[in-house]
């Protein structure tokens, strides 16, 4: 019986660490404090590009129990890195404002502040170029896009295609930059001693940070520790190590006593990375049947002078819809700004909206329902590939979702809905996300009392990783939960992927049902005879991820939002949104519907308030704490619900999973913009839709 040899995937087992977490027990990473400790503060350029000169540290080295400020002249020396974000304080290079050019060090963290603000610069100013724009000369095309994508990709002859096509869309849709805000900032608690350095660190992964401090610090890895036993988030943006747990280590190096260092709110808008703004055309070519002849999307984006670093915006569109004809292409700008990095679905969120906006906009030129047109142009098999897909259920979230939100009475006419003074519409859009798996390694223990532990350097950043884990564990080993320990979050344990790219428990889970596996087979061979110090098993799925067939593996989903939009002020309000995904198995209901509600909410925020503006003066993002930085809060969120529909996909990993962490913010901007087409007749192709541009 199937059911039972697999009794815990699937049910909604609480979070195992739930009662250390709301007892105040869980301790993050600021929350170390070793002996002897002393608190940085760092400094940031105030211009944004040039050089510093000198600082004059006279004044901060006389503010009572300071103990060092370090700064490029006298900073510790690093090994070269190929992220140049990582060489901290190696140069007098600023490459843009709120850059760390210094950091100061004292006995408790008012000193530090008082004399990092106490600092006077010397900088060597030169004119900066921060605006991202279509016809900016130095658009260049990258070698490659982020996860190894290709630039370009070109199928047919799509120019021809659309000049024949009878049914047109050509329009350009642009996306802001956008902060990441985790509600823990990034933060690290650095020591060094004899064996060399341990970083208590906020992170996505242990293991990618031991690997590049050790490499910073010329040290093998074995002599760095990483310890990240509980994550307020990360979104993409603790995905890989960045400047400040350089900093924290470089500091602890050079005052030889560990270092606590917190990046705050503020800081965060320019040193922990954040999503590019993008401006995007598409052209969509059909025929009065709505079927798609020609996709063109050509995505631009920018990245800073020090680190190219290019989002794969328009690789769903490799993907999503059957057509002869398509290109899709990047371009990328090296500007004064700070470095971009990843935020939550990276290139699938932005590169989504403006397909599925265009979508929309096609499915109203030839006076088709978007939910049919969508169905129309459904592929047999990976469209640029040719390989078949591993599962692909977007239609079956298409209908769902259409029979749960009552789609079927809907009245396309725009604009046509008051009630009171508000305007009501409806919008729908796909959501995908590709099913990653990245090698990891894991052990599986049993004691003679018939207790399991399971070790493996995974990230738990709030997702319940530490609880799909164990109720993987326990069905692989036989048993039920409560008699399996997860140990995770600790870079000393067998090494594992990041939390990122949603393929933690993807990734992680293979590992895990592996060395269960191979526990179970060494128990077997010895007749079932457990010594008296226990038996121990270990497993790396590097072979067996290297050796998987040829599938073209996605989630994917379908998103449904109703909005109100104020006739006089031009607010807007999202009445419902639905989500509707088809992403493999669920292990866990309740943590995998917070996932989904939780990526719903940030596409919520993208589509109504996240902007991160670009003051031209000072070169540097303008808003910078929460109270500018506009993030939905729970007010902003009404109706919303996430369901799943069955997928049995044989050909993921042990578990049957696809990735949920990202798949929930893709599509839900578009549903909303669709939406408020609905509602107004208005066309927002400008994130996010602001009550302005309503009004205009
Ligand atoms: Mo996610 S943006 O890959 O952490």
């Known amino acids: 019986m199937t059911t039972t040899a697999r009794p815990y995937v699937g049910t909604a087992l609480d979070r195992v660490e739930g009662m250390e977490k709301v007892t105040g027990r869980a301790r993050y990473a600021y929350e170390h404090s070793p002996d002897e400790l002393a608190y940085a503060v760092p400094v940031q350029a105030s211009i944004a590009r040039g050089e510093v000169r000198a600082v004059d540290v006279q004044a901060a080295l006389t503010i009572p129990g300071v103990i060092a ?27 843009y404002r709120g850059q760390y050019i210094a950091v100061a060090v004292a006995e408790t963290l008012e000193a530090a502040g008082e004399a990092a603000r106490s600092l006077s610069v010397d900088y060597a100013g030169e004119p900066h170029d921060t605006e991202l724009r279509a016809d900016h000369p130095g658009l260049y095309r990258p070698e490659k896009v982020n996860a190894g994508y290709p630039t370009d990709s070109e199928h047919g002859d799509p120019d021809a295609a659309m000049e024949a096509a009878p049914i047109r869309v050509d329009a350009t849709y642009s996306t802001p930059a956008e902060h990441n805000n985790p509600m823990e900032p990034h933060a690290t608690v650095a020591r060094w001693d004899a064996d060399g350095l341990t970083l208590y660190d906020s992170t996505q992964g242990a293991s990618a940070v031991r690997a590049t401090l050790a490499a910073l610090f010329t040290m093998p890895p074995a002599n760095v520790r990483v ?18 747990v350089v900093l924290a280590a470089l500091a602890a190096k050079h005052v030889t006593r560990p270092v606590k260092l917190a990046v705050p709110r503020q800081q965060m808008f320019a040193v922990t990375g954040y999503r590019t703004p993008t401006i995007q ?27 190219e670093f290019v989002e794969q915006t328009t690789t769903p569109t490799r993907i999503m819809y059957a057509a002869p004809n398509r290109r899709t292409t990047h371009r990328v700008v090296k500007l004064d700004v700070p470095t971009p990095s990843w935020m939550r679905a990276p290139g699938e969120a932005p590169g989504m909206f403006a397909l599925e906006s265009a979508m929309d906009e096609l499915a109203i030129a030839c006076g088709i329902d978007p939910v049919e047109l969508r169905v129309r142009n459904e592929p047999d098999a990976d469209p640029e590939t040719g390989e078949p897909f591993s599962s692909r259920n977007l239609v079956a979230c298409l209908r769902e979702g259409a029979r749960r939100f009552g789609w079927a009475d809907r009245d396309p006419t725009p604009g046509a809905r008051l009630v009171g003074r508000t305007l009501i519409g409806t919008g729908v859009a796909a959501s995908t996300y590709p099913a990653y798996r990245s090698p990891s390694q894991a052990s599986a223990r049993v004691e003679p009392d018939g207790r399991y532990t399971v070790k493996i350097a995974a990230t738990d950043i709030g997702t319940g990783a530490r609880t799909v884990l164990t109720q993987i564990a326990a069905d692989a080993l036989r048993t039920s939960p409560d008699r399996v ?52 098993a ?12 040829r599938f073209s593996r996605h989630a994917f989903g379908a998103q449904f939002a109703e ?7 031009g607010e807007t309000r999202v009445l419902r949104l639905l989500g509707v995904f088809a992403a493999g198995r669920i292990v866990n209901p309740k943590t995998a519907r917070s996932q989904f509600i939780g990526g719903m909410t940030m596409g919520l925020s993208t589509a109504l308030f996240e902007e991160s503006l670009m003051d031209r003066q000072f070169g540097d993002y303008l808003n910078r704490d929460l109270a500018q930085y506009h993030v939905a809060a729970c007010a902003d969120v009404r109706d919303i619900e996430a369901v799943w529909v069955e997928e049995d996909d044989p050909h993921l990993n042990p578990m049957g999973t696809k990735g949920i962490g990202e798949i929930g913010i893709v599509g839900t901007a578009a549903a909303i913009a669709n939406a408020v087409h609905h509602a107004t007749g208005i066309r927002i192709r400008d994130l996010p839709i602001r009550l302005d541009k309503l009004l205009r």
């Not at 070519?285 to 631009?300: K, N, P, Q, W, Y």
């Not at 270990?538 to 067939?549: F, H, N, P, R, S």
């Not at 909005?563 to 002020?569: M, P, Q, R």
């Open 538 to 549: 270990g497993a790396d799925t590097k072979e067996e991820i290297g050796a998987q067939e």
């Open 281 to 307: 055309r598409v052209r969509l070519g059909a025929g009065s049947d709505g079927r798609l002849t020609a996709i063109v999307h050509e995505a631009i984006e920018q990245c800073s002078t020090i680190r």
């Open 69 to 95: 400020i370090i700064w490029h002249r006298n900073a510790p020396r690093l090994a070269p890195a190929d992220n140049a974000e990582l060489s901290v304080l190696q140069s007098a290079r600023v490459a």
């Open 485 to 536: 320990t997860v140990e995770i979050g600790d870079s000393a344990l067998p090494p594992a992927t990041l939390a990122g790219g949603s393929m933690g428990t993807a990734s992680w889970g293979t590992a895990v049902v592996r060395a269960c596996e191979a526990l179970l087979e060494e128990l077997d061979r010895r007749g079932g005879d457990l010594p008296s110090a226990g038996l121990e």
């Open 227 to 244: 310890i990240a036993s509980h994550v307020g988030g990360g979104f993409g943006s603790k995905g890989l190590p960045l400047a400040p």
């Open 563 to 569: 909005v109100g939009v104020d006739v006089d002020t």
